[in-house]
C-alpha cells in the first residue's frame, strides 16, 4: 500500500477539518432561533409564531377577516394581507415604567418575514411618515399611530420588516445592528439565551418571558377580567406543535418557572382546580365541535416537576377546521 505524502496528508486534514467546522455550523443554526427572534433587542417576553405550515393546514387565507377602514386603505395603497402574505414573526415585549401612559403596560418590537411589495410599501411609508431617519444603512419612518403613539418602521430586506412603537428609537436601531451583524445562531437577547433551549423542536408558535406581559395588572395576571394564579414576574415558556401522528393535532405545553417548589405546589393545585371546574361547566353531548372542544378539554394535564409547573393539552384537528372555517 503506497504511503501517503505529508502534503497530502497535510490535505486531507484540512478537508475533514472543514467538513467538521461546517458540520458543527449546520447543526447550531439548526438549533438556534428563528432569524426574526434573533434580530430582536433586549425585552421582557418574546412571542413567536411561523404561519406557513399553520396556512396550508388550515388554508385561513382564503377567508380573509373584514379589515377596519383605516387598515382597508393600508391593504389598497400596499397590497399587504396578512394572512396570505406573512410567513414568520417574532415580537418582544416591553415593560414601560408608566402603565398609564401612552403605550399602556407593554410596548413592542416586532421583526415579520414575508412577502412585501417593497415599492409600494415605500411609497406609503413616505406619504404617512412624519420624520425618516437613515441608521446604519437603512430608512427609519416614524409613522403616527393612534392615542398620540408612534410606529418606527424600518424595512430590512425584499422579505424582513421591522417595526417598534417605544417611545424612543434605541430598540429599532439595536435591531438594525442585528441585521448588519448577520444575526450569527450565536446571537440574541438574555431572553433567548435563558430560555429558548426549551422551546420543543419545530414549534410553530412559543413564547418566552415574563408570564405577566401583557396581562398583569396590579401584581395580577388576568385574562378576560379572570385572575389567573400565577405572579406577574413568574418566568414561563409556551409552544405549540403540530403532530402528524395524532392526525394534525395541536400539542399545547405551558411551563411556569416558579422560585420555590412551595410556589410551584400552590400554582398546581390552583390550576388542577380550574381546570376541573372548567371541565363541569361544559355539558356533555352536543355537535361534533362541542365534543371536539370537551376532548380539548379533557386532555389538558397539570404536573408539578420541583420548581416548573407543567400544563399540556392536544387541541383536536376537528376543532382547529371548525375554528378556521368560522373566520
Known amino acids: 500500500m503506497p504511503r501517503l ?30 432569524e426574526v427572534a434573533r434580530l430582536l433587542p433586549e425585552s421582557d417576553a418574546i412571542v413567536y409564531a411561523n404561519l406557513k405550515p399553520v396556512r396550508a393546514a388550515t388554508h385561513f387565507d382564503e377567508k380573509p377577516v373584514e379589515p377596519a377602514p383605516e387598515y382597508a386603505r393600508f391593504l389598497d395603497a400596499t397590497g399587504f394581507r396578512w394572512e396570505r402574505d406573512l410567513d414568520r414573526m417574532a415580537v418582544a415585549l416591553h415593560r414601560m415604567p408608566d402603565p398609564k401612559g401612552p403605550n399602556g403596560p407593554v410596548a413592542y418590537t416586532a ?55 417605544m417611545p424612543t428609537p434605541e430598540q429599532i436601531h439595536s435591531v438594525l445592528d442585528r441585521h448588519g451583524a448577520g444575526a ?29 406581559l401583557p396581562f ?52 398546581t393545585t390552583n390550576l388542577v382546580t380550574i381546570t376541573n371546574l372548567v ?5 356533555r353531548g352536543g355537535t361534533e365541535n362541542d365534543q371536539a372542544l370537551h376532548r380539548a378539554v379533557d386532555s389538558v394535564v397539570v404536573a408539578q416537576h420541583k420548581t416548573r409547573v ?13 375554528t378556521a372555517a368560522s373566520k
Open 111 to 165: 421583526v415579520a418575514e414575508g412577502r412585501f411589495d417593497a415599492p409600494r410599501l415605500t411609497k406609503w411609508l413616505q406619504a404617512n411618515s412624519t420624520a425618516q431617519e437613515s441608521y446604519a444603512g437603512h430608512t427609519v419612518f416614524t409613522v403616527p399611530a393612534e392615542e398620540g403613539r408612534v410606529l418606527r418602521v424600518a424595512p430590512l430586506g425584499f422579505d424582513l420588516m421591522a417595526a417598534s412603537n
Open 5 to 34: 505524502s505529508r502534503r497530502t496528508l497535510y490535505s486531507l486534514l484540512v478537508v475533514c477539518a472543514l467538513v467538521i467546522a461546517l458540520a458543527v455550523l449546520l447543526v447550531l443554526r439548526f438549533h438556534a432561533p428563528p
Open 216 to 267: 398583569s395588572e396590579n401584581g395580577r395576571v388576568q385574562v378576560f377580567g379572570v385572575s389567573l394564579p400565577l405572579a406577574e414576574d413568574t418566568d414561563f415558556i409556551a409552544s405549540v406543535t403540530y403532530r402528524v401522528r395524532d392526525g394534525g393535532a395541536i400539542h399545547l405545553k405551558v411551563e411556569d418557572l416558579t422560585p420555590a417548589e412551595d410556589d410551584a405546589a400552590k400554582t
Open 184 to 212: 450569527s445562531p450565536f446571537s440574541g437577547s438574555s431572553v433567548l439565551d435563558a430560555h429558548y433551549r426549551d422551546v420543543p423542536y419545530f414549534a410553530l408558535a412559543w413564547g418566552i418571558g415574563h408570564i405577566g
Open 279 to 283: 371541565r363541569g361547566f361544559l355539558p
Open 310 to 322: 407543567e400544563l399540556t393539552a392536544t387541541i383536536p384537528p376537528e376543532l382547529l377546521r371548525a
